[in-house]
T-cell receptor
Framework: RKEVEQDPGPFNVPEGATVAFNCTYSNSASQSFFWYRQDCRKEPKLLMS???SGNEDGRFTAQLNRASQYISLLIRDSKLSDSATYLC??????????FGIGTKLQVIP | NAGVTQTPKFQVLKTGQSMTLQCAQDMNHNSMYWYRQDPGMGLRLIYY???????DKGEVPNGYNVSRLNKREFSLRLESAAPSQTSVYFC????????????FGPGTRLTVT
């Protein structure tokens, strides 16, 4: 089983839709979790950290379920500019970080 | 504030040739990393440097060497390039203990023929 698993998509959604991505991780000792965004042919950039209590940043909500070992990202009111690949990132020790393969989102007019 | 810079942006090599990818950061971060990104594989860590003067192997170190020249600079060397090393290479830096956010450079697209 891969350490971090994501559905690569693509997820094609209309503007204004709500879309959710999940990411599962295998190491129960994982300590911190992140969502990164990567635009086509660009470098990854941090979108948001994921806290145990869940956290929200505008239209984006991230949640962590330690019991089932997954994190999720919810995007409300999708914009064309949200089209990108979303990388799930798990930190499981000092200098131990694993990136998922990413989920591609395409928002359609 | 440039963040993380990488050179070159693109490179084509013949099998067996050598080259060095350069990376520099101006955020005074202690840790620096080299990743490669291939379709369907995600980002894989090649080498990292937790602090100036130290380097450690990551997940896929074979065929690569690194040098942490100073706190700002971390270079990646391919001694004898192979087609399997065709990839996009990203350098990143972070300050461990402070959210573990990594800041990435723009990447180097390398093709080995």
């Amino acid at each position: 089983r891969k350490e971090v698993e994501q559905d690569p998509g693509p997820f094609n959604v209309p503007e204004g839709a709500t879309v959710a991505f999940n990411c599962t991780y295998s190491n129960s000792a994982s300590q911190s979790f992140f969502w990164y965004r990567q635009d086509c042919r660009k470098e990854p950039k941090l979108l948001m950290s994921v806290y145990s209590s869940g956290n929200e940043d505008g239209r984006f909500t991230a949640q962590l379920n330690r019991a089932s070992q997954y994190i999720s990202l919810l995007i409300r009111d999708s914009k064309l500019s949200d089209s990108a690949t979303y990388l799930c990132v798990v930190n499981w020790g000092y200098q131990k970080v694993t990136f998922g393969i990413g989920t591609k989102l395409q928002v359609i007019p | 504030n440039a963040g993380v810079t990488q050179t070159p942006k693109f490179q084509v090599l013949k099998t067996g040739q050598s080259m060095t990818l350069q990376c520099a950061q101006d955020m005074n971060h202690n840790s620096m990393y080299w990743y490669r990104q291939d379709p369907g594989m995600g980002l894989r860590l090649i080498y990292y440097s937790a602090s100036e003067g130290t380097t450690d192997k990551g997940e896929v170190p074979n065929g690569y060497n690194v040098s942490r020249l100073n706190k700002r600079e971390f270079s990646l060397r391919l001694e004898s390039a192979a087609p399997s090393q065709t990839s996009v290479y990203f350098c990143a830096s972070s300050e461990p203990g402070m959210s573990y956010e990594q800041y990435f450079g723009p990447g180097t697209r390398l093709t080995v023929t």
